[in-house]
């Protein structure tokens, strides 16, 4: 059964502006328009602008907010200040991964949940059966996505692109995870426009309305082209998240996989003084310690790891590959792998299993790059 | 996008083209396989010696975010390999027909050429797809 792919407010700019389109999740994206490597060089180099308007926003409101955040997330949002945002998880009993997703505070009683696309159904459902379930009530919850259309701009020159575009901000005081709500950018008024990213570099995530995107799209083409912005596509994305350490549902996290075994336990906020769904899970398994970790490897032999590749010690196979790839910026074939705890540490040599043959790689410090964010 | 489709070669279904010199068949993939593949940043190549037969898979080209099986379109031994494409992958992007070739067979059977498409049957091939 074929299911018709949803599209985003910018498909017709993808089509204008050469992207090759493919499914993602349920939705129709370009996977490049230039070329990956030449996206990725760009924006490590110049800057990248992508259309995210698949992801999810949803919005919560009211005295009780705070409390159904704090009790579906893993972070501590309590410690939020006003135009703040964090990064954080929501799990099951288990422990294991529901969505990784941004918590903003917008206002006293005002936060955003932005999710990822091909989850926004069953986090929607997730987020709605937590609140009935814990009796909370005094909260207004919508679900924005539909009407919210979003880009990112991504690189060292995006901060030089967009200021002359926001007359009312002065970027240089924006700080790395901050936001601001009503910024006007090229003329029309965005929702929420804050310095996050999704790719190791600085820049900007502008939540729009969805009918004025494309014509933000435009604008933003327009005014960076001078200084070398391409239009970026998911697979330069995937490429330049991966080499900063970033992970991505479905690959690092998923439902059979906790925070803490993907080296997210930084966000896992134990000692928050509220419950939270998966807390007891992640306590114990914090105290027991992991018995897999993820880790960063690079191939010793010629060969590119890839997702679902087996990783063997010995002639057994003991992990698997989660995100693997020729990186364009360090030249090497890398990837993300789960191993044994005791496989984990630097430089432990492991095989890879490509096309039936073992071939060496070893465990690398990661991020494989370090990011720059604007500090 | 069709791309280049010499007139001199044979193609397959799969987007592999051979050129035949004397007992020897160069192949390697179309314009429209590089095309739609991407940045090619990998080859493998078999060993040479390796005996082959028709539409057996013998190698990959990786792009950044796929790999990609090629066949062989004739039996054969491999008597050659583009060892070039070690170092320069990108080759098989910018000269797909030249500089990019991956392998040479000593053909088993000329007759099989016979079976593989000609240019214009591989150009409507890719119009079609």
């Keep these: 059964m074929e299911e018709t792919l949803k599209r985003t407010p910018l498909y017709e700019m993808h089509l204008k502006y050469g992207g090759r389109m493919v499914p993602f999740g349920g939705w129709e994206m370009p996977v490049q328009y230039s070329g990956v490597i030449e996206e990725h060089r760009a924006v490590r180099e110049a800057a990248g602008l992508f259309d995210v308007s698949h992801m999810g926003e949803f919005e919560l409101k ?11 997330s893993v972070n501590n949002a309590a410690k939020l200040e006003i135009g703040q945002v964090q990064y954080s998880l929501m799990c099951y009993e288990n422990g294991t991964v529901v969505d990784d997703i941004l918590v903003y505070r917008l206002g006293e009683f005002h936060y955003w949940l932005v999710v990822n696309a091909g989850n926004i159904d069953k986090d929607w459902e997730w987020v709605n059966y937590c609140a009935e379930r814990a009796g909370l009530k005094n909260l207004e919850l919508q679900n924005l996505s539909p009407e919210i259309g979003q880009i990112a701009i991504q690189g060292p020159l995006a901060a030089k692109i967009m200021q002359p575009l926001v007359p009312n ?16 950018v090229a003329g029309f008024k965005s929702v929420v426009f804050s310095r996050t990213g999704y790719t190791g570099e600085d820049g900007f995530e502008i939540y729009c309305k969805k009918e004025d995107t494309a014509a933000l799209w435009e604008a933003l083409l327009e005014a960076g082209e001078e200084y070398g912005l391409v239009p970026a596509g998911l697979g330069a994305r995937d490429t330049l998240r991966f080499e900063a350490k970033l992970p991505l549902y479905g690959h690092e996290i998923s439902d ?26 992640l306590a114990a398994q914090k105290e027991k310690g992991v018995e897999k970790k993820l880790v960063g490897i690079e191939m010793i032999d010629r060969g590119i790891p890839r997702q679902g590749y087996e990783i063997a010690k010995d002639g057994t196979v003991v992990g698997v590959v989660t995100t693997g790839t020729f990186s364009p910026t360090l030249q090497r074939s890398i990837g993300n792998a789960y191993v044994p705890a005791a496989l984990s540490g630097l430089g432990s040599e492991v095989d890879v299993i490509i096309r039936g043959k073992a071939l060496k790689a070893k465990v690398v410090e990661t991020p494989f790059y370090q990011p720059r964010y604007y500090r | 996008m069709s791309g280049n489709v010499p007139a001199n070669l044979r193609y397959t279904k799969e987007h592999e083209w051979i050129k035949v010199e004397g007992n020897v068949g160069i192949v390697g993939i179309t314009d429209y396989a590089q095309h739609h593949l991407g940045d090619v940043v990998f080859v493998e190549v078999p060993a040479v010696g390796r005996v082959l037969k028709a539409h057996e898979q013998f190698g990959v080209v990786e792009s950044v975010k796929t790999v990609s099986d090629i066949y062989c379109p004739v039996s054969g031994k491999v008597v050659e390999v583009n060892t070039e494409l070690e170092n320069a992958p990108e080759t098989v992007n910018q000269s797909p027909y030249e500089g990019g070739w991956i392998i040479k067979v000593e053909l088993a059977n000329p007759a099989e050429l016979d079976t593989l498409l000609d240019a214009a049957a591989y150009a409507k091939h890719i119009e079609e797809a």
Excluded: N
């Excluded at chain 1, 009211?62 to 579906?72: E, T």
């Excluded at chain 1, 059979?256 to 899970?281: M, S």
């Design chain 1, 62 to 72: 009211g005295p009780q907010a705070l409390d159904l955040i704090q009790l579906v």
């Design chain 1, 169 to 184: 901000v002065v970027l240089d005081e924006l700080k790395f995870y901050w936001a601001k709500t009503g910024v006007t």
């Design chain 1, 256 to 281: 059979q996989l906790t925070p803490l075994e993907a080296g997210l336990g930084f966000f896992v906020k134990l000692k928050k003084g509220t419950d939270f769904i998966g807390r007891a899970a």
